[in-house]
């Protein structure tokens, strides 16, 4: 008797707590998590619904479709000479079909009014240059950014771009090499972390 009595509460706490869990409000979701989604459901995480972060998106890009061969395209490290002149110095890489990867140095001056004049270098210095070149335009100077892109040959037929400021992912983008799909995702300073999805 004492056992029925014990009974009837606990089913209608069980029957209360079911009924919570099914009307309970979802976490909010970011569009931009959505967007993601609905071109990559393969890369559905609770840590990125809410606010999108590059850097970790791209933790998850590279565990759901691991990267068969990263390639830097281009690296840009702006910065204030010894004589406080700020400069950008450039290095391009390409690989002409049969031949070895070859890399390209570019230095230029930016003056107060944000405009670029190139400074003539040398074929030693301007072409595959040796790294002593480059550390020796860099020397006493105080880098201002170091902004980096690359491109990732994943498995699975994906391939991605990304670009990083020092160690901060600026802007990541995630295609399948059919074209069927393809997810943009940038950092603006305005509106923070926008995603866009694009399928055919």
Do not use: H, W
């Not at 840590?47 to 990267?67: G, H, I, M, Q, R």
């Not at 491109?151 to 090499?177: C, G, H, I, P, W």
């Amino acid at each position: 008797m004492m056992t029925r009595m014990f009974a009837f509460p606990f089913l209608f706490a069980l029957t209360g707590a079911i009924a919570f869990a099914q009307t309970a409000p979802k976490k909010p979701v970011s569009v931009s998590y959505e967007n993601l989604i609905k071109c990559f459901p393969e890369l559905e995480n609770e840590s990125l619904s809410f606010k999108v972060d590059l850097n970790l998106l791209k933790e998850v890009a590279d565990k759901t479709f691991p990267t068969r061969d990263s390639v830097l395209r281009q690296r840009k490290v702006q910065y204030l000479d010894s004589e406080r002149q700020l400069t950008n110095l450039i290095l391009r890489t390409k690989t002409p079909p049969g031949r070895k990867k070859e890399t390209e140095l570019i230095l230029q001056q930016v003056d107060a009014k944000g405009v670029v004049t190139d400074i003539k270098l040398t074929k030693n210095q301007s072409q595959n240059p040796k790294q002593e070149v480059i550390n020796n335009f860099l020397l006493n100077s105080t880098i201002k950014s170091d902004e980096s892109l690359y491109n990732d040959t994943k498995l699975n037929n994906v391939s991605a771009t990304y670009s990083r400021n020092f160690n901060e992912v600026q802007e990541y983008d995630l295609m399948d090499r059919l074209y069927q799909r393809s997810i943009s995702c940038e950092k603006r300073s305005d509106l923070g972390i926008i995603c866009t999805c694009s399928k055919k």
